[in-house]
């Protein structure tokens, strides 16, 4: 099993940049791919990026992509989530998840291909 904590959220203008964390417990890291889930208010929870568990795939949604950069520190058991460029549609609860996969290059982007869920960190992006 592995626990999963995310931080870095906050308060942040419209253009500015914010870089949320989420540390997992357990000392296999490694054996799961990630990812970054967001869910605004009154709408769905939505895929924003994945990683595969090597680190070197990764896959980010056409709303985001050029602005949010993904990326892991198998040694440090922590994921990473750049946001730049920030827009006030960027506001919402940020979940990192993880499933252990024997695939090193797997990049899942469904929620339900996931099955460890951190508890959420807040982004407001105000205009």
């Not at 995310?6 to 906050?10: A, H, K, Q, R, W």
């Not at 568990?53 to 980010?60: D, E, F, L, V």
């Given at each position: 099993q592995v626990q999963l904590v995310?931080?870095?959220?906050?308060l942040v203008q419209a253009g500015g940049s914010l870089r949320l964390?989420?540390?997992?417990?357990?000392?296999?890291?490694?054996?799961?791919?990630?990812?970054?889930?967001?869910q605004a208010p009154g709408k769905e929870r939505e895929f924003v990026a994945a990683i595969?568990?090597?680190?070197?795939?990764?896959?980010?949604?056409?709303?985001?992509?050029?602005r949010f950069t993904l990326s892991r520190d198998n040694a440090k058991n922590t994921l990473y989530l750049q946001m730049n460029s920030q827009k006030p549609e960027d506001t919402a609860v940020y979940y990192c998840a993880a499933v252990g996969t024997t695939d090193w290059g797997g990049i899942p982007i469904r929620q339900d291909q996931y099955n460890y869920w951190g508890q959420g960190t807040q982004v407001t992006v105000s205009s």
């Open positions: 995310e931080s870095g959220g906050g964390s989420c540390a997992a417990s357990g000392r296999t890291f490694s054996s799961y791919a990630m990812g970054w889930f967001r595969s568990r090597s680190g070197g795939a990764t896959y980010t949604a056409n709303s985001v992509k050029g």
